[in-house]
């Protein structure tokens, strides 16, 4: 028993040390890696970039061309209308279009994807909004739904299940086909929008439905979509132009987009998009789309005209953490590291990262001398440490400290 | 035999045990009496959003709670025992010294147990009145790592307390301040969801520590 | 007659710091023995074996055939420990500790215990730390009578007793362990509390024994000496024959298990000029001091 209880104190401390440890050197040694911000410029139909490199920064084009701050401010004009329009340096026309600020605020929307948004704890429960209140402002509802076996609404203020509003729904959802219960539900649950589009809704057979209130009625549409699709995210967007309703991101790593009223699924033009591990940022302008997949050692820019059409395709990656000098010394003190949290996930769990190669080997041979030494010098017998030898041997620093905190002098 | 074990650590711990069962519950039901309040002002789907969205923890003020119980209930059932050496005395009881200390641990452990199940169990009804399912159950995934931490607290204060030798001491605490703060990891509400079981088994590994400690002890380190 | 405890070839070190080395101690069924040394000879150390609470570096102690160090329930039920300074569950009552305890000896007997208690001054509520060393040390020798066991270890009985006390202590527990046939292994540091209990002594040096043996034994065979040297240059204390000498100007006292003849003969013999020569009537603790030595 007093073994068992020494090594179940070994393996607790050998976790919290593989958090704690690579957590201190990280926040010792960690260097930031610059990324560099690229956008199409429509004035010269090419990439811009600025970043920094050494400690200087840069602002320069994909030809290698370099600017100051004000030319490379002119060439994205949709961009920086407003410093443009301060120093008076804007254009009347861009490619025969009148720069009307209202015109460019209102085809430039900005459209955010982490990975950590879809694997988070979803909330089950969502306002249904009035969409068509007659009122300017959106109020908050009395009651929140969830779709299980049926589209429940909850009063709040009672905690009571509303079951007239959740019959007129439900009817209405089987109405459609809808096959419960739902397996993503996503909307805008806030009154800050411009207006409410209720929700899509991917049902138990992946169908996807827009589900909202008209009136206090339910309005639902099916979206067609191709057989065997699957969406692993959607995200839901407000934009001035009201030309989709959303973002989609598929299990074929495909994007789409929904449009509105007609609810025709475009996929874009997009190569190859990891929600699992790749950000994505979308930004449009009057003429362009520039579609950023962001991932731990690369950024991949694709550029789209206004009809969604791929224009140009930019690509840049740099060396991940691990191939850069502070991760490479890292290699050879840590056989792994465990972390509490994921940048690509908001759950808490124990994500574990092996480190690459076999270089701590050294550290772990030097330990194990170490602890030779260690029990030597107590004059005890080596046998009975064995298993403790192994554990240096495997988990290095870690486990070394780990059986000195919890010596093993019940068995010398 | 267990009946007079039971009688020693309850003697021990049963002031603290009451005072923070009493304690707990004042916390939850002020918990609850700001929560009606805020329904009352702002109207409970005002409440309902602020925490289904805006990850607000009406019950954040409860993180720590458990944590000190565990300590407090581990120092008041151990301390005592350290004084002059008086585990001596349980040594010499006509039992194997193991199923004596194992003994004592399950007594405070039972106690410590039920003071949480109570706490757990007043949350659940008053959050369930207030909330509906998806509110209650993502608020008890948050709220059982904070029970956990107590629970490993208890199980290595003992382990702390018992130990002979100061140097140890110290670093077996550094040890459980290394090891408890992973309970206590800030997230979404909800978030702990995966972790809780490989938390509960962890604490299950940890439960037996003072043995090592106790056996120390008995073998007369210093 | 059995032994009751047998410690064989005990070998002891603290880190480097040797303690004893090839111990033996038996204790006879029935006997009382008294272990005496001075502050850090061991006592605490050969007690703390006895109850297993130290593993000796080599060497084993049985009580009752048992290995100290994994002492089955039911050995450990037939020993009554005194601890050191009678350190009991303090945050218990009379009433409380009584109640503890019962539930662990099937021959419990608490007429005993409760006759010591109706001697004390406390109240039936008040906690064994709020006590008077005299009267915890009453509450813990009714609990050892209590439980009635075969070997009664007591370490160090006698500290912060008022001698009334300590009297009445040693008194009640001779007769006790005589009637009962009981075993009894002490320690103290008041030599003279030892005189009215033990059977046996062992008297510990830093780690040696200088003497293990019945105590009318040690009194009879073991004697002091006093003379003058007339001549001041003469050192004795290398000769085998002595035990132990102390000697101030020229003022000589030597402590020896030789006879007076042949103390005189040797000093004879050497051409030892000395005057004043006499036999010095002995109690156990000038013995102990004259064997042990002042410092």
Request: proline share 4%; charged share 20%; net charge neutral.
């Amino acid at each position: 028993m007093k073994n068992l209880s020494r090594y179940n104190l070994i393996v607790i401390s050998i976790i919290s040390l593989s958090v704690i440890l690579p957590w201190i050197y990280w926040l010792s040694f960690e260097k930031p890696i610059p990324k560099p911000f690229v956008m199409y410029s429509c004035v010269d139909d090419c990439f811009m970039i600025r970043g920094s490199e050494n400690g200087k920064s840069y602002r320069m084009n994909e030809h290698g061309e370099m600017f100051t701050r004000e030319e490379f401010e002119q060439k994205l004009p949709l961009l920086n209308i407003r410093q443009l329009m301060i120093s008076r340096t804007l254009p009347d026309s861009i490619k025969g279009v009148e720069m009307d600020p209202h015109v460019v605020n209102k085809a430039r929307s900005f459209y955010r994807y982490k990975p950590s948004t879809k694997n988070a704890p979803k909330p089950g429960l969502y306002p249904m909004f009035e969409s068509e209140s007659g009122r300017a402002k959106l109020e908050m509802p009395e009651d929140f739904f969830r779709i299980n076996s049926r589209m429940e609404f909850i009063d709040a203020d009672r905690n009571k299940i509303n079951e007239a509003k959740t019959a007129l729904f439900t009817g209405a959802l089987q109405h459609f086909g809808f096959k419960f219960p739902a397996k993503m539900i996503e909307g805008i649950p806030t009154t800050r929008k411009s207006c409410d589009e209720g929700y899509f809704v991917v049902d138990n057979a992946d169908q996807v439905f827009h589900v909202k209130m008209e009136q206090g009625q339910p309005y639902v549409q099916q979206v067609e979509i191709p057989k065997g699709l699957i969406f692993k995210h959607i995200g839901c967007v407000d934009f001035r132009n009201k030309l989709f309703y959303c973002y989609l991101i598929g299990h074929d790593h495909n994007i789409y987009i929904i449009t509105q009223d007609d609810y025709y699924l475009k996929r874009l033009p997009v190569d190859e998009f990891n929600p699992e591990n790749q950000q994505l940022r979308i930004y449009s302008d009057l003429f362009n789309y520039n579609v950023i997949a962001l991932a731990e050692d690369f950024m991949k820019v694709t550029v789209l005209d206004d009809n969604m059409e791929k224009v140009d395709v930019f690509y840049k990656s740099w060396k991940k953490r691990s191939e850069r000098p502070e991760g490479k010394v890292f290699s050879y003190l840590f056989p792994l590291q465990l972390n509490l949290v994921d940048e690509n996930n908001a759950f808490i769990n124990f994500y574990f990262h092996l480190t690459k190669g076999f270089n701590w080997i050294i550290l772990h041979i030097v330990l194990l001398g170490s602890h030779f030494l260690i029990i030597r010098k107590r004059k005890a017998k080596l046998k009975n440490h064995i298993v403790d030898f192994g554990i240096v041997l495997v988990s290095g620093l870690f486990g070394f400290l780990a059986v000195n905190i919890f010596p093993n002098k019940l068995n010398d | 035999m267990l009946k007079s074990m039971i009688y020693k650590e309850w003697l021990k711990i049963r002031w603290f045990l009451i005072g923070a069962a009493i304690l707990g519950l004042f916390i939850i039901a002020y918990m609850f009496m700001n929560v009606q309040r805020s329904i009352t002002f702002q109207g409970a789907n005002a409440v309902w959003y602020n925490i289904l969205f805006l990850n607000k923890m009406i019950f954040g003020i409860m993180k720590y709670v458990p944590l000190l119980i565990g300590i407090g209930i581990g120092v008041a059932q151990y301390f005592p025992e350290t004084v002059n050496k008086r585990i001596k005395l349980t040594f010499h009881l006509p039992l194997f010294e193991n199923r004596a200390l194992m003994m004592m641990l399950s007594v405070g452990m039972i106690c410590l147990l039920l003071t949480y199940l109570l706490h757990f169990m007043v949350f659940w009804m008053l959050s369930n009145y207030y909330f509906a399912h998806e509110i209650t159950v993502a608020s008890l995934i948050t709220i059982t790592p904070w029970f956990l931490s107590g629970l490993a607290a208890y199980f290595l204060v003992g382990l702390i307390v018992l130990e002979p030798v100061w140097k140890y001491r110290i670093l077996y605490a550094f040890a459980a301040a290394m090891f408890v703060p992973l309970y206590l990891k800030s997230g979404m509400i909800g978030a702990y969801g995966p972790i809780n079981i490989p938390l509960a088994l962890l604490t299950v590994l940890i439960s037996v520590s003072l043995l090592f400690s106790a056996y120390r002890f008995r073998k007369g380190e210093m | 007659m059995n032994n009751v405890i047998e410690c064989n070839n005990l070998t002891h070190y603290y880190g480097q710091k040797l303690v004893y080395e090839n111990l033996n101690i038996h204790v006879k069924e029935g006997s009382i023995l008294g272990l005496l040394g001075k502050n850090g000879a061991g006592k605490t150390t050969t007690i703390n074996i006895l109850n297993g609470f130290l593993q000796p570096r080599s060497g084993e102690c049985l009580i009752y055939g048992e290995n100290t160090q994994k002492l089955p329930p039911e050995t450990k039920g037939r020993i009554g420990f005194l601890i050191e300074g009678h350190i009991q569950y303090a945050f218990m009552d009379i009433h409380q500790i009584e109640k503890f305890y019962s539930g662990f000896y099937p021959n419990w007997n608490n007429e005993p215990y409760w006759e010591l208690m109706s001697k004390l001054k406390v109240t039936p509520s008040q906690k064994i730390s709020t006590m008077s060393c005299g009267q915890r040390s009453q509450v813990a020798l009714g609990l050892i009578l209590a439980q009635d066991p075969d070997l009664l270890i007591l370490d160090d009985f006698s500290m912060g007793l008022d001698p009334g006390y300590r009297r009445l202590f040693i008194d009640y527990l001779r007769a006790y362990a005589k009637s009962e046939n009981k075993t009894i292994f002490t320690t103290s540091h008041i030599i003279s509390d030892m005189e009215r209990l033990i059977d046996d002594v062992l008297i510990m040096d830093y780690n040696r024994v200088l003497a293990q043996c019945p105590v009318h034994e040690f009194m009879q065979n073991f004697k002091q000496f006093n003379f003058t040297l007339l001549n001041g240059g003469v050192d004795l204390s290398k000769e085998k024959f002595v035990s132990n000498l102390e000697k101030v100007n020229n003022e000589v006292e030597l402590y020896t298990y030789e006879s007076e003849e042949f103390v005189k003969k040797f000093l004879d013999d050497n051409g030892v000029e000395m005057k004043d020569f006499k036999k010095i009537d002995m109690n156990l603790e000038d013995a102990f001091i004259g064997l042990t030595g002042k410092y």
